[in-house]
């Protein structure tokens, strides 16, 4: 089966950056997702890594590194909407298999 | 245009009862899914199907049913409904196509299902 650990919960000051961690334990890896919901919403697609590295979209990047399992979102000039909570998610086949969510981390920016 | 789109957005029932969820997707995705959202926020992945036929099933009780009439629609069928059922339920759609994004899944704005 697949696990993923991300912290439950980070709180960050307004136009600073945060970073969120998620490590994973997988067989067959073939990406990892991040997602943003917030309160009431769905969850809203932010990038996609298949291969190590930086993605960069915008205020946010994320990293993989497939030699250690482990990815992260980064976020930077915060802002009060950017609270919310984000998930990681593992996908280990191209094509139909579904993804498997970590269990979410909230992001809390204040003033 | 609302790309997924599932009705009903609230459901209050009760204990017993037979409820449906629909949802329909117009982006031309080949695969729908179901995923549970508990109150602790943990999306678990129900049902995923492929141009109509299904390819998971995760352990769900087979209460839940889910219909795909065409490619464009996957409905949530449960039978007699539990206080443990209570939570949202997201439908979602992707398309294995295009390797460079079949990992982007498109959710509905979700239905709230409260059992009492």
């Known amino acids: 089966g697949q696990s993923l650990e991300q912290p439950s919960e980070v709180t960050a000051v307004e136009g600073a950056i945060v970073q969120i961690n998620c490590t994973y334990q997988?067989?067959?890896?073939?990406?990892l997702s991040w997602y943003q919901q917030h309160d009431g919403g769905a969850p809203t697609f932010l990038s996609y890594?298949?291969?190590?590295g930086l993605e960069e979209t915008g205020r946010f990047s994320s990293f993989l590194s497939r030699s250690d399992s482990y990815g992260y979102l980064l976020l930077q000039e915060l802002q009060m909407k950017d609270s919310a909570s984000y998930f990681c998610a593992v996908s280990t086949v191209s094509g139909t298999t579904p993804l498997v969510f970590g269990k979410g981390t909230r992001l809390s920016v204040i003033a | 245009d609302t790309a997924v789109s599932q009705t009903p957005k609230y459901l209050v029932t009760q204990m017993g009862n037979d409820k449906s969820i629909k949802c329909e997707q117009n982006?031309?995705?080949?695969?729908m899914y179901w995923y549970k959202q508990d109150s602790k926020k943990f999306l678990k992945i129900m049902f995923s199907?492929?141009?109509?036929?299904?390819?998971i099933n995760e352990t769900v009780p087979n209460r839940f049913s889910p219909k795909s009439p065409d490619k464009a629609h996957l409905n949530l069928h449960i039978n007699s409904l539990e206080l443990g059922d209570s939570a949202v339920y997201f439908c979602a759609s992707s398309t294995p196509t295009e390797p460079a994004t079949n990992e982007k899944l498109f959710f509905g704005s979700g239905t709230q299902l409260s059992v009492l």
């Open positions: 890594n298949g291969l190590d």
């Open positions: 199907y492929n141009n109509k036929e299904l390819i």
């Open positions: 997988t067989s067959g890896f073939y990406g």
């Open positions: 982006l031309g995705h080949d695969t």
